[in-house]
């Protein structure tokens, strides 16, 4: 973990004894009031955080044995246990140190005589006391140590989630390019049947630059939206070609140009259009895309195509592996947030996508 997220932490730890410092100088001082004394309560407020340090010395090496001796499952009475005796020898370690402190301070000078009384008086009055604070101070190790195991597993799982995702996308992106190519090419070799080689050539050299500018991009997951209509008016220039009635009208608004979508999402949508509406009726030959902001959290884009309904309901299942895939690829992209809906109209078919704003 980094380093510069550990620092607070250590900070705060170190602020925990300051504040039991203020919390028993003041208690104190207070006592001193109430006897009617005069102690002044920033010498003892020194006093006690020269006091509450050594806790904060201690601290380090508790936190180490904390994680050298886990209380977990496997090691729940085996680590009591330990630290039962760690505490016992820490805390009087800690008294032996006080009444060091104690002695020198009350009579400038530390003698064994004067030390016994000390270590006495606070081993039977603190020794419960600090022994608790052993405790507390092991239980804040574990928690740490839980918390930071508990942001790794987290972190671990974000990872391994976007490489599901992502190995998600690029099947379903794999899936697209061959669907794509495959169409244009049959569509190619009937146009070469039909004694229309100029086509074909002018077919085949917009199939290049569409293969070029895929290739360029495939790299990216998203785009943006400018670049994805780049894509879609070379495809749709490849089908005019074989149809030189189809019309196209793209309804560009430049405010939304710079918003990023999944790439390759349009182009199968469009495909269908000329495939299952246009293609089938001598009478449809436009095709359309716009693009909106609905409200203050989302936008949508719309492609509509003359020709026979594709469909009656909003569901996408079930017609075929373009639709399917761009209703997958926006699950996996938008968790839920976006969606697609094909519905039918009197003389074509409507599909509207609904994104977030990012």
């Known amino acids: 973990m980094d380093s510069t997220k550990m620092r607070p932490k250590r900070w705060a730890i170190h602020l925990i004894w300051v504040v039991a410092a203020l919390f028993t100088s003041t208690q104190l001082y207070l006592k001193v009031l109430d006897a009617n004394g005069t102690e002044s309560w920033f010498k003892l407020f020194w006093i006690q955080l020269l006091v509450w340090s050594i806790w904060g010395l201690f601290s380090p090496g508790i936190f180490w044995l904390g994680k050298r001796f886990r209380i977990d499952r496997q090691t729940y009475f085996q680590g009591v246990f330990i630290h039962i005796i760690l505490a016992v020898l820490i805390v009087l370690a800690y008294l032996a140190i006080y009444s060091l402190i104690w002695n020198f301070l009350g009579v400038g000078s530390v003698n064994w005589q004067g030390f016994q009384t000390y270590f006495k008086v606070f081993f039977l009055n603190l020794f419960h006391w600090h022994f608790f604070i052993y405790m507390a101070v092991i239980g804040g190790s574990h928690a740490l140590q839980y918390h930071r195991e508990s942001e790794k597993r987290a972190m671990e799982s974000a990872s391994l989630e976007k490489q599901l995702i992502l190995s998600e996308l690029n099947t379903i992106k794999a899936q697209l ?182």
């Open 177 to 358: 390019s061959p669907h794509f190519l495959f169409n244009t090419i049959n569509n190619v070799i009937s146009t070469i049947e039909q004694g229309k080689s100029d086509r074909a050539s002018g077919m085949l050299v917009r199939l290049g630059d569409f293969l070029r500018c895929s290739l360029q991009e495939s790299k990216h997951d998203m785009i943006s939206l400018k670049k994805e209509l780049e894509y879609v008016r070379t495809y749709l220039e490849i089908e005019k070609f074989r149809n030189p009635e189809l019309q196209i009208l793209i309804d560009e608004k430049k405010e939304l140009l710079h918003h990023r979508i999944p790439n390759f999402i349009l182009q199968p949508i469009v495909e269908n259009g000329i495939k299952h509406g246009i293609s089938k009726s001598k009478k449809a030959n436009r095709i359309e895309l716009g693009m909106e902001q609905t409200d203050s959290s989302h936008w949508k884009l719309w492609i509509y195509n003359e020709g026979p309904p594709y469909a009656s309901h909003k569901s996408t299942h079930g017609k075929g592996i373009g639709l399917q895939n761009t209703q997958d690829r926006l699950t996996q992209v938008y968790r839920g947030k976006a969606s697609i809906e094909l519905m039918a109209t009197n003389d074509g078919t409507l599909v509207e996508i609904k994104l977030p704003l990012a």
